[in-house]
């Protein structure tokens, strides 16, 4: 469980880097006439993913969930591979990434890095990384619960998402 928590806590560091690097971005994108789409779903997605991490430890803690090697160390090593990609998607889209759908008119759509073979790479890194933490020490409720109410959050996000880029492209 020690382990465990202190992954979960890496986990948080993590996210709290995320939010530096958005709030950077999100300014720079503002100054550059940039235009947020879908606030109104931001704050549940906060709150879904906190309640992920929360999760995590709370039904590995009351369920006494156990580790079990071969699923465990799969999860974590999936675990690590959903940080690489998100990561490889901060990097490539420099200043345009951000955790809000901030789109600058004018600007082309990225094809480089890992969005020159998938069209939403960040959200496959979301999928797997939300599954595979709490299957790290078998939550595996939490594991279900956060993939059933991703997707619905998902599906909000995407379709806002692409609906802004079109709306960017047709007006430039």
């Keep these: 469980m020690t ?18 690097v958005a709030r ?5 994108s ?5 235009v947020e789409y879908g606030r109104r779903h931001y704050p549940p997605m906060v709150a879904l993913h906190t309640a992920l991490l929360l999760g995590c430890l709370l039904e590995v803690r009351w369920a006494e969930r156990p580790f079990v090697p071969a699923l465990g160390w799969s999860m974590l090593a999936l675990v690590l591979a959903a940080q690489a990609l998100r990561w490889w998607c901060i990097g490539t889209l420099g200043s345009r990434w951000n955790i809000r759908v901030i789109v600058v008119p004018g600007l082309p759509l990225v094809t480089a890095g890992p969005y020159r073979w998938l069209r939403h790479p960040n959200y496959c890194a979301v999928v797997a990384e939300g599954v595979a933490l709490p299957l790290v020490h078998t939550a595996w409720v939490t594991a279900l619960g956060f993939t059933v109410l991703n997707a619905v959050w998902l599906a909000t996000r995407l379709r806002c998402e692409d609906a802004a880029l079109t709306l960017c492209r047709a007006a430039a």
Excluded: M
């Design 3 to 20: 382990a465990y928590t202190l992954l979960i806590a890496l986990v948080v560091v993590e996210r709290l880097a995320e939010l530096l």
């Design 24 to 28: 950077r971005n999100a300014a720079w």
């Design 30 to 34: 503002l100054a550059l006439g940039g």
